[in-house]
């Protein structure tokens, strides 16, 4: 198993910034996200525009995603604190017969 990825790689940087520029982020948006995504090793952070297609109706938020091979999750919040104060440490995974205590948290 790979370990899970630490964001912000370098590459991960340039295209948020280009993303930035081209969906018009709000302002402070991309250095917010960038800070979080130090602060909170293994969780990528990102603003998303408002969507108005019909059927997939969205207003602008701040979506965190923590992906894994066991662990994955996304949140979203309206601003960058709310989604700051959903940003848990994930644990390893634990494979033993009783299970992942996140996991079963998670099913709940």
């Known amino acids: ?3 899970s990825p630490k964001w912000p790689s370098d590459l991960v940087k340039k295209n948020q910034q280009l993303l930035s520029q081209r969906q018009d982020w709000p302002a402070g948006a991309l250095e ?3 800070r979080l995504m130090s602060k909170h090793p293994g969780w990528f952070v990102t603003w ?3 969507n108005t297609i019909p059927g997939f109706e969205r207003p602008a938020c ?3 995603e923590y992906k894994h091979p066991r662990h994955q999750t996304e949140v979203t919040a309206p601003t960058i604190e709310a989604i700051d104060a959903l940003l848990v440490p994930v644990p390893d995974h634990d494979y033993s017969m009783r299970g992942c205590d996140w996991c079963r948290a998670r099913l709940l």
């Open 62 to 64: 701040f979506v965190a």
């Open 48 to 50: 998303m525009p408002e």
């Open 32 to 34: 917010a996200c960038t």
């Open 1 to 3: 198993m790979q370990p």
